[in-house]
């Protein structure tokens, strides 16, 4: 897992991304030039019974943009058994790799979009219960 904050910045938007603030709204720059086949919009309540996530990706890279609100996200890679928590903000772009398990809590109303380097299979997402604990 990766978690880049693109910075607010002026144009031209520098290479890694970024968001530029003005009068009419935010423009935030996520990619430029990698290819995608999968773009959701996710919303997040904090009144919701259950969480997002509590699952992994065998195949599927995803990355996640958080636009509104504020998320705990708890991940735990299989492979290497590091496992990160952290509160994601507006701005966050987060990477996260096969195998590695992730689960997000809406802490207040929040808004994103996951970008994937595959179209969605839904064979592809395995169930993994990701404990709060680091």
């Keep these: ?36 086949q999968f773009l959701a919009y996710l919303e997040f309540r904090p009144d919701a019974t259950k969480p997002r996530g509590n699952h992994f990706h065998a195949h599927k890279t995803e990355t996640l943009y958080l636009i509104s ?29 096969p195998r590695c398990a992730h689960v997000y809590y809406a802490l207040e109303h929040s808004q994103a979009v996951e970008l994937a380097n595959r179209p969605y299979d839904p064979a592809d997402t395995h169930p993994y219960e990701v404990t709060e604990t680091v």
Excluded: F, K
């Design 1 to 36: 897992m990766q978690l880049r904050r693109l910075p607010v910045t002026t144009p031209p938007i520098p290479p890694g991304g970024g968001r530029v603030q003005s009068p009419a709204g935010e423009l935030a720059q996520l990619v430029n030039g990698d290819s995608y």
């Design 69 to 97: 609100g504020r998320v705990r996200a708890v991940y735990h890679d299989l492979d290497s058994g590091e496992r990160a928590r952290m509160t994601l903000e507006p701005g966050d772009l987060v990477t996260v790799q």
